[in-house]
């Protein structure tokens, strides 16, 4: 940080851009600290010494230039049509119950201190949630997400060696690789790169976890990733002059319209002489505005009458617009077009079956990639990570339709069994069971021996089933009755 002069910079800039270059270091953000400085007489202002994210020349440059992994994340904290759907994709990942399983029977594991602990808070400053929806948005803004284990290095990267775990700021990731490298032959991370650096700080590339969407132009460069906000690229494009047209209104930059002399005689209008329109203008500044102190009418010592010279925010219609950039972003990213705030509340007849389509299509894989890629990192002994999204609302009616399938499918393989079409064993392998290796499990209904039967009946309790299955048809009624 340097404190910094403006007229002097702005100098600087034009000398150097006038001999076609560019100076080594810009300012991005600028921080006013609104205090007065006694030596300067001045108030003093403090600029970063990185280089501007918002001094692209063109829109291109915005999503395509040096510093467009930046600019996306600029545009995620200011264009609420790029905030909103990602917000909705990152929230509901994160909103995952993230569970420990054993390999062998699928049974979670609550007791392993080192998934709870690195699962519950992976460094000081974040929960893990907050970490999940850091790392989602960082992949959907920048196109990556590089994420570090903080350990000791001369200790295996194990869970229980693991400190602390952050994601890197993908914006200021510096991928190094190999100078000669063949991507085709690489069968490894290490083939390919050298290691990871943000600033002067290094990373060991054992220790780091990349989540990459290569640009599919770069012939599989792993150091050229790519936004999939780019697939609404034109929608973006438009969004930015609509907000800058809709701001000039409301800031009142340019004349609104022109007072004009309303004097005429026979030979037509008469125009203000300048003193004229000096006392109107001066009367309009000093007594007339929107202040709580200034009057809402103005009076004229001279005849005038006003003629608008710019477009209204109706004539313009930007909310309009800007609705059609919306959906437009909220399908590349795969988001439900009921989520997108509209003016009028517009409800969807198809909102439910969306809600479960975007979790069975971006949600719940989007999690399942990361839970696949931290079970790998990690090294958990006989163990996986899994997402669950059990408890999540918007499934709790698949979880209905499932129970109602599963009680029509146990009537169903019931009828067959009590009418001697199927064995127990292929009423197992039906429902995703397992099949026993008892040789009665293969016999059909009419197969079995009277001791057989009754066995049968006393697991099944088939006489209960008959008595409030009745009413299901007299084939099942007739086939059971042999089982009395």
Not at 208 to 223: A, G, K, Q, Y
Not at 440 to 463: A, C, Q, S
């Amino acid at each position: 940080m340097s404190k910094w002069n403006p007229l002097t910079w702005g100098t600087d800039i034009v000398k150097q851009t006038r001999n076609g270059v560019m100076p080594d270091q810009l300012p991005q953000v600028v921080y006013v600290d609104g205090k007065f400085d006694m030596n300067l007489r001045d108030f003093t202002q403090e600029y970063s010494a990185d280089a501007p994210a918002l001094l692209n020349k063109t829109y291109n440059d915005l999503l395509y230039g040096a510093y467009n992994r930046k600019n996306f994340i600029q545009l995620f904290y200011c264009l609420p049509e790029i905030f909103a759907p990602i917000n909705e994709i990152a929230s509901r990942v994160a909103d995952a119950t993230w569970q420990l399983r054993k390999d062998w029977n699928d049974e979670i594991d609550y007791s392993n201190a080192d998934f709870n602990r690195l699962f519950n808070s992976p460094n000081p400053f974040m929960t893990f949630k907050q970490f999940v929806y850091q790392s989602v948005c960082y992949e959907y803004l920048t196109g990556a997400n590089i994420e570090y284990a903080n350990k000791p290095g001369t200790l295996p990267r194990l869970p229980e060696n693991i400190l602390s775990w952050y994601n890197l700021p993908t914006d200021k990731v510096d991928i190094q690789k190999k100078k000669y490298y063949d991507i085709y032959s690489a069968t490894s991370v290490k083939d390919i790169i050298l290691g990871y650096k943000v600033g002067d700080r290094s990373f060991d590339i054992d220790n780091v976890l990349p989540f990459l969407n290569v640009d599919l132009m770069s012939t599989n460069d792993p150091t050229a990733f790519r936004s999939q906000l780019c697939g609404a690229e034109l929608a973006i494009k438009n969004l930015l002059p609509v907000y800058e047209a809709r701001g000039v209104i409301y800031v009142k930059r340019g004349a609104l319209g022109f007072l004009v002399s309303a004097k005429s005689d026979e030979s037509g209008r008469i125009p203000l002489n300048p003193k004229e329109k000096e006392d109107a203008q001066k009367v309009y500044q000093d007594s007339y505005g929107l202040r709580a102190d200034k009057n809402q009418v103005g009076v004229s010592a001279a005849p005038v009458e006003f003629v608008k010279t710019s477009m209204s925010i109706q004539e313009l219609q930007p909310f309009d617009e800007t609705l059609a950039d919306a959906v437009s972003i909220y399908a590349t990213l795969k988001v439900p077009r009921h989520l997108v705030p509209t003016k009028d509340n517009s409800t969807f007849a198809n909102a439910e079956s969306d809600m479960k389509s975007f979790y069975a299509n971006v949600i719940i894989p989007c999690a399942n990639r990361y839970a696949q890629a931290w079970t790998n990192f990690f090294g958990f002994e006989r163990r996986y990570i899994h997402a669950d999204f059990s408890n999540t609302p918007e499934l709790q009616e698949n979880r209905k339709e499932k129970s109602e399938v599963d009680r029509t499918n146990g009537t169903v393989y019931y009828q067959r069994f009590t009418s001697g079409i199927m064995t127990l064993n292929e009423w197992a392998v039906a429902v995703d069971g397992e099949k026993s290796a008892l040789s009665l499990y293969d016999k059909k209904i009419f197969e079995m021996l009277p001791d057989e039967l009754e066995l049968v009946k006393n697991i099944l309790n088939l006489k209960s089933n008959v008595n409030t299955s009745e009413n299901q048809g007299t084939q099942t009624q007739g086939s059971t009755n042999q089982l009395q």
